[in-house]
């Protein structure tokens, strides 16, 4: 199965700023129907971030509207995730995820792919 690659992940303080990266080596997945980041925090379930789809807008879940951004960079073939004015509860595993058809929703089940995730800690 195909397996998405993450980067960007570190530690910051409360305000601070990062910026993840996805991709899937040898393959644009820009050309996919849905593309997505989900975070677990540790003790808790996989919580969808933000989705984009082929053709339509950007979601995002209430937490994050107006500090995260998601992104299609396609010179590089890639998912970005800019996030911005963190806090302590963002601290998570952050996953990219990609689906290849079908309704593009925050539901890790619509997924066909899965990175391994990257570690993002804030701390007050």
């Known amino acids: 199965q195909a397996q998405l690659l993450e980067s960007g992940g570190g530690a910051v303080q409360t305000g601070g700023s990062l910026r993840l990266s996805c991709v899937q080596p040898?393959?644009?997945?820009?050309?996919?129907?849905?593309l997505a980041w989900f975070r677990q925090a540790p003790g808790k379930g996989r919580e969808g971030v933000a989705l984009i789809p082929r053709d339509g807008p950007p979601v995002y879940v209430s937490s994050v509207k107006g500090r995260f951004i998601i992104s299609e960079e396609t010179t590089k073939a890639a998912l970005d995730l800019l996030m911005t004015r963190l806090e302590p509860d963002d601290t998570a595993t952050y996953y990219c995820a990609a689906a290849r058809a079908g309704w593009c929703a925050l539901i890790p089940s619509q997924f066909d792919y899965w990175g391994r995730g990257t570690q993002v800690t804030v701390s007050s």
């Open positions: 040898g393959y644009n997945i820009t050309h996919l129907r849905c």
